[in-house]
């Protein structure tokens, strides 16, 4: 099992930034990949972006591709997202994700409980 918290959703302006943090628990985060996912309201739950085991590899989707970086600190066992140039359509519940494998797949195993970030225009 797979315990993840997120944290340091907020409300900014567009053109800021914001970092989001993911504190996993239960397995060493070396041992599996990790990603970020997003709500907004009235829609499905999208992919943001997803990292491997190690960080050797990152991966984005194009509506965040260029402002927004995955990385992690096994060592901290933590998972970031920093979010730079923000716009009012990343306005969303963001969630936090372990994968049942060193590198993503499709579907994640464990979720979090989700982090508000509103961003006003």
């Known amino acids: 099992q797979v315990q993840l918290v997120e944290s340091g959703g907020g409300l900014v302006q567009a053109g800021d930034s914001l970092r989001l943090s993911c504190a996993a628990s239960?397995?060493?985060?070396?041992?599996?990949?990790m990603g970020w996912f997003r709500q907004a309201p009235g829609k499905e739950r999208q992919w943001v972006a997803s990292i491997t085991w190690n960080g050797a590899r990152t991966y984005y989707a194009d509506s965040v591709k260029g402002r927004f970086t995955i990385s992690r600190d096994n060592a901290k066992n933590t998972l970031y997202l920093q979010m730079n140039s923000l716009k009012p359509e990343d306005t969303a519940v963001y969630y936090c994700?372990?994968?049942?494998?060193?590198?993503?797949?499709?579907?994640?195993?464990?979720w979090g409980q989700g982090t508000q970030v509103t961003v006003s225009s």
């Open positions: 994700a372990a994968y049942g494998s060193l590198i993503p797949t499709t579907h994640p195993d464990y």
């Open positions: 239960g397995r060493p985060a070396s041992n599996y990949a």
